[in-house]
């Protein structure tokens, strides 16, 4: 076979979603349509979008444990401000990604541990979200809604919405200069360093793209949802992490794929709706996706052995 | 720190022996401030019942936190993200043995301790066997333990035998006795690591795998070893947890995964590992319940309360961090 290590890696992601989605089309015929598809991947777009987020994060070696509140966050000022007093509202959204960055700066300029920072700073986007919304209320923006819910011809939105975030996110990463600097921070920064390049601003950089993400995680959601409560995506926390590394993508060295990280977003939606139409008792829904999760990686050990002897 | 053979593996050594210039003293110096902090408002009534509820808290906080604490100490990518799955677990399927009858207390603290071995043995079968990163193995692990704790009581909330739950409200001299078990623990676990050969072993796995293993250190007895004893420190706090608060909930761990954390680092273990921390924990499970005590009796709300404790988090660890100190 004559494939880089790139492809290689995308492999076994494309694999699985192709696996479920046959177990599932299988188990329910009707789910083959234009409204099954819409239905199975919909709540999709918000996971990828947060998915893409903690990637950003994973790529320069950090892990990020306040994604699931900081989506929840943004969530609630978009069912609140920005449908309120938009103005307002995207200056929020536009100073949490500042704060993003500015998490990224602290982080490298103090040296710090990523994951004990970002443990401190859910809990602040955790408190403001129940500041903004103490019950669960809101409402979308009429636009949002309208985009979220629309029916282009022949392709379900979400999947024309996860093939953008895919594509736009391959571009910058993986195809740009930047994208090569970023990954380079995770790679070896020292070299980054030397060679004249500010890895404070790079890590700034990837935090507040990360940010970014987030936000648009959180638009999605109330798109979809219509209505927001403070804990509306605390398991994006996880869910991120499981789908960058379902993806292909690796905690150290920069070595992430962002097409990878949109599949393994869709492979865990999926994995849900297959296992209740798998009849399965609900007791077990949260297992079975453990158990998948397992699955797959257990799969990827094989290919890497493959690999390795090639 | 004046034993002849740290030098070697600790990098607390540049320190002069000076009790300021050790690393856990802040948590305790962040706990203190807390207490007189919530103190001051009530113009020191219930001081007494304040320290009281303060031990008992911090001793579940402390218990996790030990366990967390071998974990993050193996080095760079290894957390125990199970832990409040199999403390849910450990203390369902405890109780249910149980079934409220005095005379099972044994079996019932046998069964918690059997489920903490199956789950430390489950995860670390997944990171050895299959290769996956402790954290993705034990977050996955989690879900097939929090799967089973919910097939198995169906929310059904077994009330703990009478006299359990005497001991675990009770206490002894005004100390807890949760806290006693608590204290005994980090002991414990303070001994092996500053004097056993158990504890340079996973101090220099934390240091540099690969060199530990050039030298003989028996890796991966030691790394399953210390994942094994994570789950059962997590089984315990899980079984006294469910006997103190009237059964087990299936929510009841879920505030312990930042919590386990966040105690290692403020109480001044590396987070990077390779450098452990005994007394902090205690310091910091102080500190974290301390500091919400504080922040409810000025009479803020949740959502205040809350930004509180993250700026404090990333103030503790902004201030305790040394520039230049590998990750």
């Known amino acids: ?310 | 720190m004046s034993d002849p053979t740290t030098p070697v593996l600790t990098r607390q050594t540049r320190n002069p022996v000076s009790l300021f210039k050790k690393p856990w003293i802040w948590a305790y110096v962040a706990a203190g401030a807390a207490f007189l902090g919530t103190m001051a408002i009530s113009g020191g009534q219930g001081a007494g019942s304040l320290f009281y509820t303060a031990m008992t808290f911090a001793s579940f906080a402390a218990i996790v936190g030990v366990g967390q604490m071998l974990v993050i100490t193996l080095g760079p990518g290894n957390v125990d993200l199970s832990i409040p799955s199999s403390m849910t677990l450990a203390a369902t399927l405890a109780l249910k043995v149980m079934n409220s009858e005095p005379g099972m207390v044994l079996i019932g603290l046998a069964t918690a301790l059997l489920v903490g071995l199956g789950c430390g043995i489950f995860n670390f079968s997944l990171i050895i066997l299959l290769r996956i990163p402790p954290i993705i193995a034990t977050l996955s692990s989690s879900f097939i333990f929090q799967s089973l704790a919910i097939w198995s009581n169906r929310g059904l909330r077994i009330k703990p035998p009478e006299s359990m739950s005497q001991f675990v409200t009770g206490g002894v001299l005004g100390i807890p006795n949760v806290a006693l078990v608590g204290i005994a623990i980090a002991m414990a676990a303070w001994v092996a690591l500053e004097r056993g050969i158990a504890g340079r072993w996973i101090l220099a796995i934390g240091q540099n795998m690969r060199a530990a293993s050039f030298s003989g250190v028996p890796v991966n007895t030691v790394r399953f070893a210390v994942y094994v004893s994570c789950a059962v420190l997590a089984s315990i706090a899980g079984f006294l947890l469910a006997n103190f608060s009237g059964g087990a909930a299936l929510n009841m761990g879920a505030e312990y995964m930042l919590m386990s954390i966040a105690v290692v680092v403020i109480g001044g273990s590396s987070i990077g590992g390779g450098n452990s921390n005994v007394p902090g924990i205690w310091g910091a499970s102080l500190f974290m319940f301390l500091v919400v005590s504080m922040l409810n009796s000025y009479g803020l709300g949740a959502g205040v309360r809350l930004i509180m404790t993250g700026i404090i988090i990333v103030a503790v660890v902004s201030l305790a961090s040394k520039p230049g100190e590998l990750r």
């Open chain 1, 1 to 310: 076979m004559n494939m880089s290590r790139d492809h290689f890696r995308i492999l076994l992601p494309v694999l699985s979603l192709v696996v479920l989605l046959a177990g599932v089309f299988y188990l329910q015929p009707r789910a083959m349509s234009y409204f099954g598809l819409n239905l199975l991947f919909n709540l999709a777009v918000p996971v990828a979008l947060a998915t893409i987020a903690q990637m950003m994060i994973i790529m320069v070696n950090d892990i990020d444990l306040s994604i699931g509140t900081f989506v929840s966050f943004c969530a609630c000022v978009t069912a609140t401000f920005v449908q309120e007093t938009p103005l307002l509202g995207y200056l929020i959204l536009l100073m949490s990604i500042g704060a993003y960055a500015g998490i990224g700066a602290l982080i490298h300029y103090r040296n710090l541990p990523a994951i004990v920072v970002t443990l401190g700073t859910s809990f602040v986007w955790g408190g403001l979200a129940i500041l903004i919304l103490p019950s669960p209320g809101g409402s979308s923006p009429e636009w949002l809604h309208a985009i979220m819910k629309s029916k282009p011809p022949l392709v379900p939105m979400a999947i024309i919405a996860s093939v953008i975030i895919g594509v736009l996110t391959h571009l910058l990463i993986k195809r740009s200069s930047f994208g090569v600097l970023l990954r380079g921070v995770g790679g070896n920064d020292r070299t980054l360093s030397r060679a004249g390049w500010s890895v404070l601003k790079l890590k700034a950089s990837a935090y507040g793209l990360a940010g970014l993400f987030g936000v648009l995680s959180g638009m999605a959601l109330i798109g979809l949802t219509t209505s927001a409560d403070a804990n509306i995506a605390l398991r994006y926390t996880l869910l991120s992490i499981a789908g960058v590394i379902l993806g292909g993508g690796e905690f150290t060295g920069g070595r992430v794929s962002p097409i990878g990280a949109v599949i393994g977003a869709l492979t865990l939606t999926l994995a849900a709706s297959f296992l209740s139409f798998l009849k399965l008792s609900p007791d077990w829904q949260i297992g079975s996706q453990g158990a998948i999760l397992i699955l797959v990686l257990a799969a990827r050990l094989a290919f890497a052995k493959r690999e390795a002897q090639q």
